[in-house]
């Protein structure tokens, strides 16, 4: 059974750093592309990054320079650092999946979510 | 940027309704498009790839289609557990896979 499971969230003042952890287990993880996904309170689904199975990497401009996506194939596991955050990178990060050949995809699964609150 | 429309924002049915939901791309994206539901307090779940295509495990009341830059959603029978927040994504090419700004359906 495929599950990704996400955790590292928490409280941060403006200006701090984060590291977000997905593990990842049912599914042979290097072969995949996994993405970061989020969502603030009460809004919609914003795309963040994407990481390829040969570490292409590929970020939206709201987080580029102050994000990184990088993985470990020998640990399962795909990471978001988020450095200088704002008030409005408040959100639930989501990882998620990416399945299909090219140029087709899809996110046919996705993790439960963790909660990132930026706050004073 | 593409950027996704998404019509209505919320939509109140009755069981048993047929339930249309739309999705416009500002440029052609071919059939690049996925749809995804997503229920409070819970992570997206993906319905329908490559506009059209229903996804293993989602029941056949669910269908998507169009191409270019019009794209229908569509519930032909409402049932309770249907009530969520609907989402369209594209993916042309390359990053950012954006979404629509999601339809929230709600039982009359």
């Known amino acids: 059974e495929v599950q990704l499971v996400e955790s590292g969230g928490g409280l941060v003042q403006p200006g701090g750093s984060l590291r977000l952890s997905c593990s990842a287990s049912g599914f042979t993880f290097s072969g995949y592309g996994m993405n970061w996904v989020r969502q603030a309170p009460g809004k919609g689904l914003e795309w963040v990054s994407y990481?390829?199975?040969?570490?292409?990497?590929y970020y939206a401009d709201s987080v580029k320079g102050r994000f990184t996506i990088s993985r470990d194939n020998a640990k399962n596991s795909l990471y978001l650092q988020m450095n200088s955050l704002r008030d409005e990178d408040t959100a639930v990060y989501y990882c998620?999946?990416?399945?299909?050949?090219?140029?087709?995809?899809?996110?046919?699964?996705w993790g439960q979510g963790t909660l990132v609150t930026v706050s004073s | 940027d593409i950027q996704m429309t998404q019509s209505p924002s919320s939509l109140s049915a009755s069981i048993g309704d047929r339930v249309t939901i739309t999705c416009q791309a500002s440029q052609d994206i071919s059939n690049y498009l996925n749809w995804y539901q997503q229920k409070p307090g819970k992570a997206p779940k993906l319905l329908i790839y490559d506009a059209s295509n229903l996804e293993t495990g989602v029941p056949s009341r669910f269908s998507g289609s169009g191409s270019g830059t019009d794209f229908t959603f569509t519930i032909s029978s409402l049932q309770p557990e249907d009530i969520a927040t609907y989402y369209c994504q594209q993916y042309d090419n390359l990053p950012p896979y954006t979404f629509g700004q999601g339809t929230k359906l709600e039982i009359k």
């Open positions: 998620a999946r990416r399945r299909g050949k090219a140029p087709n995809l899809r996110f046919d699964y």
């Open positions: 990481i390829t199975s040969t570490s292409t990497i």
